[in-house]
């Protein structure tokens, strides 16, 4: 059983930049491709940004390119999400979740693990 615990959230102001922690603990999680997922209240969970489990593929969600950048550090079993220019809109509730396959696919359901949550607020 894998578990997963985000941490890093808070309140910031426009511009400002957050680092999201995603701490895996239970059964090989370096084997574990990560995802960032971010739910808002009222929408929709969608996938933000994914790290497969060697770190050699990544991807984002057009709204984050170049802002935000997924990292993961396997000696310690944390995954990073560094979000830059942060704006109004990317307040939500972000989640990381985990898949066994070494693919990033958007699709909530395709993730086997979740976290609990961590929110971020970006307002003035």
């Known amino acids: 059983q894998l578990q997963l615990v985000e941490s890093g959230g808070g309140l910031v102001q426009p511009g400002g930049s957050l680092r999201l922690s995603c701490a895996a603990s239970g059964f090989t999680s370096h084997y574990y491709t990560i995802g960032w997922f971010r739910q808002a209240p009222g929408k929709e969970r969608e996938g933000v940004s994914c790290?497969?489990?060697?770190?050699?593929?990544?991807n984002y969600a057009d709204s984050v390119k170049g802002r935000f950048t997924i990292s993961r550090d396997n000696t310690k079993n944390t995954v990073y999400l560094q979000m830059n220019s942060l704006k109004p809109e990317d307040t939500a509730d972000y989640y990381c979740a985990a898949r066994l396959i070494s693919s990033c696919p958007s699709e909530p359901k395709m993730y086997d693990y979740w976290g609990q949550g961590t929110q971020v607020t970006v307002s003035s």
């Open positions: 790290i497969t489990s060697s770190g050699g593929s990544t």
